[in-house]
């Protein structure tokens, strides 16, 4: 249930707050005053379409709030704690639009997406905008209505002819790629060969690029290895007439132990001195048996350049690295099965076709049974239902036709919703022979009968009165009476027969304040709805005045 509407900066309102209660609430005022913008502004709390337009002139942004009631609702719930929103029993939905596009929507706070307010939306409120009735003349609108009515058994059917359409197509891409010219296929053959052999021919292995870069680096550098080798061997030597480090170390060493003796503190000096010499040892040893074994070959170093160069050759050709141009070659071969076997893949995606054409067929048959039985159902509720909105006689039947050849995610069915509004007339196609007011009758009755599918508990009647007066407005009342004693309804009407069976009634108007007009709304009750009652009939005498009461009073 809908129990706020808070707005700031919409439209032509500054500041407006509004309490709304269970059961019949309606809207009323002057053409203009700004009923709509607060259905707008509801629109918009369940995901409608946000724009700078709404924003009132002068500010940069604008809010608006929706609370709703939700303690019974259990589907609400389950998708607040599957997107992980926090909830109690008042569920409050904000959207805030600024002329910078920055936009934010939240939900009891937390930031969501319109997505989420659409789900939520569907669970939360119904809304019949003005203009909605108008849609019932859309064939593929009366097919979707039929596809709505009967979602239990046409959806799954409508999900598996979705997967069976998109396999008809990928088999007609892979039947046109075999189509190809023959000349062209022939092209793409040599050149996926020379491809093939180009890779093959390279005997390519995983690791091999870093191995060879590295082996590069050192034949690169093996002159400068091998000097820098021979200056440290040299160190060792004796090769100047001079002692050597090795043996002044060795030297060092045994003056300090003849010198121990009259200094205990110079032990760890001589001990180290030692460790010293023994490691020079170990590093002399090491380095002469790296200088035996060091074997530096130029041929080599042309050997690696060439396969380098060759590797690069192909990673420009084929991929950033070894591993991806092996994919390519396991591609290019895929291909080359195909091309070469074109004929029997053709044989064989031809008969895959068919059959795929064979099983839509018979889904698109099921569909069809499935929108008959559906079709029966609902015209035969919906023609009981008008009956009681002043249109008694009136007969509504689906005419639908098959066509084998169409092909289409809505199955091979064109539907035709035949309507005739007087006894004995015969039925013809409703588009052509519905009047206005016939029109709102109906859609008000299939969106009274879709809110009790749904299961919302809250319905928006956005002015459903066009073209209606007299004896059909009562019905009309009465059926919006009998609906809000299941579900709360809001409603906006220029009839005075509605608005005076609403428990709730609001009165939209204009005003100017500080040079600038503002919309406001006011609950009237007592005096102040009689009045308003009396404006919408059109006259301010006593007659008119006892008019309005016997209304209100239900007489």
Request: aromatic share 6%; with cysteine.
């Amino acid at each position: 249930m809908l129990v706020n509407i808070s707005l700031k900066n919409f439209a032509l309102i500054d500041q407006l707050e509004i309490e709304l209660f269970n059961g019949f609430n309606t809207l009323t005022g002057e053409t203009g005053a700004g009923k709509s913008i607060l259905i707008d502004a509801v629109g918009l709390c369940i995901g409608g379409r946000a724009s700078s337009t709404y924003i009132r002139s002068g500010a940069e942004k604008c809010h608006v709030a929706a609370t709703f009631y939700v303690k019974d609702n259990d589907e609400v719930k389950d998708i607040l704690n599957e997107f992980g929103i926090d909830y109690e029993d008042n569920l409050i939905i904000e959207r805030e639009i600024s002329r910078n596009g920055r936009n934010l929507n939240r939900v009891n706070g937390s930031m969501t997406t319109l997505k989420v307010l659409n789900i939520l939306g569907e669970h939360l409120i119904s809304i019949y905008g003005q203009h909605e009735h108008t849609l019932l003349l859309n064939e593929n609108y009366q097919l979707d209505l039929i596809d709505s009515w009967g979602k239990d058994k046409v959806q799954p059917l409508k999900t598996h002819i979705k997967q069976i359409i998109a396999n008809i197509r990928s088999t007609e891409r892979s039947l046109e790629e075999i189509g190809i010219d023959k000349s062209l296929l022939a092209r793409e053959l040599d050149i996926l060969k020379f491809q093939i052999d180009e890779i093959e021919s390279a005997n390519l292995y995983e690791g091999e690029l870093e191995e060879l870069e590295n082996e590069s680096n050192f034949l690169r550098n093996s002159e400068r290895i091998f000097s820098v080798l021979n200056e440290v061997g040299r160190l060792f030597s004796d090769e100047f007439g001079t002692l050597s480090p090795y043996e002044r170390i060795g030297d060092c060493s045994k003056q300090l132990e003849n010198i121990i003796r009259f200094d205990d503190e110079i032990e760890p000096l001589a001990k180290m001195a030692n460790s010293v010499f023994y490691d020079l040892e170990e590093l002399e040893n090491l380095v002469e048996e790296y200088k035996m074994k060091f074997d530096f070959d130029p041929n080599r170093l042309i050997q690696v350049d060439e396969r380098l160069n060759k590797i690069h050759t192909l990673r420009k050709k084929y991929g950033n690295n070894i591993e991806e141009i092996m994919t390519f070659l396991e591609n290019a071969k895929t291909r080359v099965d195909l091309l070469e076997n074109s004929e029997e893949r053709r044989q064989k995606l031809q008969k895959l076709l068919a059959d795929y054409k064979l099983q839509y067929l018979d889904k698109a048959r099921e569909l069809s049974e499935a929108r008959y039985f559906a079709g029966e159902k609902f015209t035969n509720l919906i023609e009981a239902g008008i009956s009681d909105l002043g249109m008694e006689h009136a007969r509504l039947k689906c005419s639908f036709s098959f066509d084998e050849s169409k092909i289409s995610l809505n199955g091979s069915d064109t539907l035709e919703l035949l309507f005739s509004a007087n006894k004995g007339e015969p039925l013809a196609n409703l588009a052509e022979v519905i009047s206005g007011g016939e029109l709102s009758r109906m859609m008000l009755e299939i969106k009274t009968r879709f809110t009790t599918l749904k299961d919302t508990n809250a319905i928006i009647f956005d002015e459903i009165d066009v073209g209606i007066g007299g004896k059909v407005a009562s019905a009309v009342a009465k059926k919006i009476e009998s609906l809000s004693m299941e579900r709360q309804v809001l409603c906006v009407t220029h009839l005075p027969i509605i608005a005076s069976k609403a428990k709730h009634h609001y009165v939209v108007g204009k005003k100017i304040l500080d040079n600038r007009t503002v919309t406001e709304v006011l609950k009237v009750e007592n005096e102040a709805r009689i009045d308003e009652i009396m404006r919408m009939i059109g006259s301010e005498d006593e007659v008119t005045r006892n008019h309005a009461i016997n209304l209100l009073e239900g007489h």
